[in-house]
DNA sequence: TTTTGAGTTGTTCGA
DNA sequence: GTCGAACAACTCAAA
């Protein structure tokens, strides 16, 4: 008997469920569409693209064969379910809602021709509908979610295995992986990133192996320390699936009973995979989180609508050392560590009162690891509209968040080489230094480096004043 | 139903 | 220089 496997974003052969259920039926015939038609509002973002075409080539080659389409999966998954003879198509949930309803109108259709539909449970621990409190409702505090987890953990399961995959000797035509131009060319500004990242399921388990390995060990405080090699690095992998959050689960553990003295670190780590279901249950829970105020209180605050000023930031151009290093960091890697996102997105919303969603759409489109639940469940925590948000009062100090996460300014230096030789003491506030100073490390402020575009003590009482106002307004 | 305790990641001010 | 309190009240979750 013949499945069609449509894969997603769990572009693995280990612990993918759909997968090991299609090859117990029998033959596979594995798919891939690029859908830019059920995506909502939010089409794959540029850096995602890069990703996607190596992660993709990668899965071809271990997969030996994979059916590649462009167009809407509502008509390309039943005529190719045709054309192969297929009695099954099988797919692994995922939880965005245009995705949702994608897969809700296809399984009727499907059932309608007579095939039968096979949805799994693959790219969470948790299914958003099985966390519940004990009224019955949806989590909105990350910590008693955590907690109702933590009493089922029995019920994760153990990964399966990489299949054995029986693919046809003849498949249906398939488009060209190259003729889908998702790698940048004019200007190609992932230059070299294929020496920082590995994608593809084999590149996902040797990041776990050399995080179990050299990253775990004090990752409860390291990983703030964005100078550190302290985080996993794995959110890029998580989000296509090339590995599962079942297996960096079990990895974990398994690396936590060898070592008792690893107890602390492990579970700060599992808490962090923690926030990623709760990511994605909040979404699940509240389809507009990317697009509307969780806390409609918000709707009330007074944004600033400055494009030069969003222009700055985009390009590591604020004035404020480690909020730059950080958008240069996100340009020229795909990635920004994850205290200094923090820091870039509390100066984005709170000093230069942008809305949070500007935030969200740059990320969405320059983060190797752009994840519709991620990212709009964490843009909203920083501005405080969303579940557990941060209090409003909580506005990162730009300067001091550097002296503290990045007390020898390696990280700060390693992206703005034009302060590179300023003494630590003034790094993260250069127009503080004097002028012999800044002449002596070579630094024109307003030429080599930008004046702060706002003044810190007045960003922050304009953002406290902006919040009185939502203080005010009714919730829904 | 009512009550109670708690809530990822901070900053500033004044004693 | 250090340390505790204030920054608001609100919402959430469970007892």
Redesign the pocket.
């Known amino acids: 008997m013949t499945t069609l496997v449509w894969f997603r974003n769990d572009l693995r052969l280990a612990d993918n469920p759909a997968l090991a259920w299609a090859c117990a039926r029998g033959e596979v015939v594995p798919m891939y569409v690029l859908d830019e038609v059920n995506v909502g509002h939010w089409p794959l973002g540029g850096a995602g693209k890069w990703w996607l075409h190596y992660s993709l080539k990668e899965f071809a080659q271990n997969l030996a064969g994979i059916i590649l389409k462009r167009g809407d999966a509502r008509e390309i998954i039943p005529a190719l379910a045709q054309e192969t003879g297929a009695t099954a198509v099988c797919w692994n949930r995922r939880y965005d809602p245009a995705g949702i309803a994608c897969d809700r109108d296809l399984k009727e259709l499907l059932r309608g021709m007579d095939i039968e539909v096979a949805s799994h449970k693959a790219n969470l621990l948790f299914e958003p509908w099985d966390v519940q ?3 019955g ?9 955590w ?2 987890c933590m009493d089922k953990a029995a019920s994760i399961g153990t990964p399966l295995p990489a299949p054995k995959v029986q693919v046809p000797a003849k498949l249906p035509a398939s488009d060209k992986l190259d003729d889908w131009g998702l790698l940048p060319t004019k200007p190609n500004w992932a230059a070299g990133w294929e020496n920082l990242w590995q994608p593809g399921e084999q590149g996902a388990q040797i990041r776990l192996q050399a995080f179990l390995q050299e990253g775990l060990h004090g990752y409860a405080a390291g990983r ?1 320390m964005p100078a550190h090699n302290h985080t996993s690095r794995l959110s890029p992998h998580l989000h296509f699936g090339e590995i599962s959050p079942r297996q960096v689960w079990h990895a974990t553990q398994n690396a936590m009973s060898h070592d008792k003295a690893l107890a602390k670190d492990g579970n700060k780590f599992l ?2 995979v923690g ?1 990623r279901e709760f990511c994605h249950h909040v979404l699940y829970h509240a389809p507009a989180l990317p697009e509307e105020n969780w806390r409609k209180q918000f709707d009330a605050y007074p944004w600033e609508d400055d494009r030069a000023a969003l222009k700055a930031w985009q390009r590591g151009q604020t004035g404020y050392p480690f909020v730059d290093a950080g958008m240069r960091e996100l340009w020229h890697t795909g990635t920004m560590h ?2 200094v996102r ?1 820091v870039v997105a509390s100066f984005l919303i709170k000093h230069l009162r942008t809305h949070w969603r500007e935030g969200e759409n740059w990320f969405w489109d320059t983060l190797l690891d752009a994840d519709l639940a991620n990212n709009a469940a ?1 843009w909203q ?1 920083v501005a405080g509209s969303g579940a ?1 948000g ?8 730009p300067i ?2 550097g002296y ?1 996460f990045d007390p020898d300014g390696v990280y700060t230096r390693r992206w703005l080489p034009e302060l590179a030789k300023l003494p630590t003491q003034y790094l993260f506030s250069p127009w503080e230094a004097p002028a012999e100073v800044l002449a002596k490390a070579g630094v024109k402020l307003g030429e080599t480096y930008p004046r702060p575009i706002v003044g ?2 007045q960003a ?1 009482a304009a953002a ?1 004043a902006g919040y009185e106002i939502v ?1 005010t307004a009714k ?1 829904d």
């Open positions: 409190t004990g009224a409702d949806d989590y909105k505090v990350f910590t008693p979610f907690k109702a703030d808490a962090e926030w994850n205290r923090m964490g925590w557990d941060a209090p409003y009062f909580r506005i990162f100090n001091t968040q503290k810190h003590a922050r406290l203080k919730g």
